[in-house]
């Protein structure tokens, strides 16, 4: 069992940068790749970016490849997606999710998930 907690979401102006974090409850944490898909009202819930559980590789979107950066500290159970440069275009509810066997861009193979962070970029 492992419960996600996404913080560090908020307003930024377009060009700013925010880091919002995920915390894991649960003893398993270091096992599980983790993503953070984000949910645009009327276009769904699409990838962002993932990391595996050791943090060794990881996987971005295109749009967000040179502007986010995905960590995790497997010792404090934390993941963290560093975004610079916002564009309104990110703007939406940012979740972690954690899954077992490697990144994925697939929601279904993502076993936990957080209550998300919302992220709004204003132009």
């Known amino acids: 069992q492992l419960q996600l907690v996404e913080s560090g979401g908020g307003l930024v102006q377009a060009g700013g940068s925010l880091r919002p974090s995920c915390a894991a409850f649960g003893r398993t944490f270091s096992i599980y790749a983790m993503g953070w898909p984000r949910q645009v009202p009327g276009n769904g819930r699409g990838f962002v970016a993932g990391i595996s559980d050791n943090g060794g590789i990881t996987d971005y979107v295109d749009s967000m490849k040179c502007r986010f950066t995905n960590s995790r500290d497997n010792a404090k159970k934390t993941v963290y997606l560093q975004m610079n440069n916002l564009k309104p275009e990110d703007t939406g509810v940012y979740y972690c999710?954690?899954?077992?066997?490697?990144?994925?861009?697939?929601?279904?193979?993502?076993?936990?998930w957080g209550q998300g962070t919302q992220v709004t970029v204003s132009s």
């Open positions: 999710a954690a899954a077992l066997y490697g990144v994925s861009r697939v929601g279904t193979r993502y076993r936990y």
